[in-house]
């Protein structure tokens, strides 16, 4: 069971100094799950973008809804958008099995943002309830884990500098754990694959890998960590201080040593991709 809100934060999450910033009222209209905006249901993909308008907040996108220009100077770039989302399954992005669920670049399909806006940063504060003994990764730090109702742990996660909407995301469940640290940062690894896998061999050359990347760039490593979640199947995709890695492409990767590309290529978005970008436009995984 996994509940999110990223919305609305604890009281005790908020004490973190963290800033957040809500400015943006944006569904993707793709999305299965009810969604209610200031009263009203929104978006369907006929009258979203109208019942939207007609509460204040802005107009419908390919991708979203984007608050308009009057309301976001009226409210000085700053905004409380009441949401309310129902229990639902996110049409992408989305992937649950075995206790363990991760998201994957469509996080606009189970949060308020604008997914095809990679120059729209900003901060994420993202609360996870989740059962005991369960592991989490999300953006940027965890804060101190709380008891929450019905026998649920809190986790708060948020981030230390804004993130494109396609970085946000969170990966949890009964993951095996593996860390080290090096003079180049804190590396952390987790199993979601229930296979046992033999986490030192497989990222055995993450820590040289990121003190070339630190060197190239001449920037440390962002956050000072990084966290790799081995997942089953061909999942390569970055996010905002972690990364999902395939098993698969692990696997093919160990078989032709000579195009390995998947842990280096996904560390290097840290820096090249999401530390620094190019002016909005297409992204890639
Ligand atoms: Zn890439």
């Not at 957040?20 to 200031?38: G, K, P």
Request: glycine share 10%; hydrophobic share 35%.
């Amino acid at each position: 069971m996994v509940s999110t809100s990223s919305s609305t934060p604890s009281r005790s999450c908020q004490r973190s100094g963290v800033r957040q910033r809500t400015d943006r009222c944006a569904f993707h209209r793709r999305s299965r799950d009810a969604a209610v905006l200031h009263g009203q249901r929104s978006p369907d993909q006929r009258s979203g973008g109208r019942r939207c308008r007609r509460a204040g907040l802005g107009r419908q996108e390919p991708d979203g809804l984007r608050a308009s220009p009057a309301f976001t100077r009226r409210q000085q770039s700053r905004a409380a958008v009441p949401v309310q989302r129902h229990a639902g399954t996110p049409a992408r992005g989305f992937t649950a099995g075995g206790g363990t669920v991760y998201t994957s670049y469509f996080a606009c399909d189970w949060m308020v943002c604008l997914q095809d806006a990679p120059g729209d940063k900003a901060h994420l504060a993202l609360d996870l309830f989740l059962p005991t003994g369960v592991t989490s990764v999300g953006a940027g730090r965890m804060m101190p884990r709380l008891a929450a109702s019905s026998g649920l742990v809190l986790h708060c996660w948020r981030s230390t500098r804004p993130y494109s909407p396609y970085l946000y995301g969170f990966a949890a469940g009964p993951l095996v754990r593996r860390s080290e640290r090096t003079s180049t940062g804190e590396f952390v690894y987790l199993d979601g694959t229930g296979t046992k896998a033999d986490l030192a061999t497989l990222f055995a050359q993450t820590p040289a890998m990121a003190a070339f990347f630190a060197g190239k760039a001449g920037l440390p490593l962002p956050n000072g960590r990084y966290v790799q979640v081995l997942v089953p199947g061909v999942e390569a995709q970055e996010a905002a201080t972690f990364s999902l890695i395939g098993k698969d492409e692990l696997d093919s990767d160990r078989n032709d040593p000579s195009s390995a590309w998947v842990i280096a290529h996904e560390m290097a978005h840290q820096w090249w991709g999401i530390w620094s970008h190019a002016r909005p436009g297409k992204t890639s995984g």
